[in-house]
């Protein structure tokens, strides 16, 4: 059996569905930090039968959590404070997504104006379907299609 070592202060991202690690370490920009972070990829899951884990030996305050809930708003999330879970974060569907997704339409101003930020709204919270602030392109969630 894998041991990693436990966190005296940071975050443990758990229930990630397996595969998923590597982008969402890219999503939250980890390569950018100096902090120390483990992957655990397709590790045994009672629940979901295979499983990714990521603890980030961080404080908080200094990830994206509107990226996670935009990737899988049911992935959890546990702060680690003095070696112990003090409290577990519930993630939702962001409202509005800045840079994380971009347009695919053509005649969208976001392809004219290369600086212009990509700006999305939630427009369908069941469906998980976000709008292009511009031009209303829709754009859906890969867990939703059809």
């Given amino acids: 059996m894998l041991n990693v070592g436990q966190l005296n202060e940071g975050v443990v991202l758990d229930h990630i569905e397996a ?25 045994h899951s009672n629940k979901m039968g295979k499983k990714d884990i990521i603890k980030i030996e961080c404080p908080i ?17 546990n702060i680690i404070q003095d070696a112990r879970i003090v409290a577990k974060k519930e993630l939702t569907l962001p409202k509005k997504l800045v840079n994380i997704i971009h347009c695919k339409n053509p005649r969208c101003i976001t392809s004219i104006e290369q600086e212009l930020d990509h700006i999305f709204f939630l427009a369908d919270a069941e469906n998980e379907v976000y709008r292009c602030q511009y031009c209303e392109e829709k754009y859906r969630s890969s867990r939703k299609k059809q």
């Fill in 19 to 43: 595969g998923k690690a590597m982008s969402i370490y890219k999503y939250l920009k980890l390569d950018h930090m100096d902090c120390c972070v483990a992957i655990i990829k397709n590790a």
């Fill in 61 to 77: 305050d200094e990830l994206d959590l509107n990226v996670l809930g935009f990737i899988d708003h049911r992935i959890t999330v």
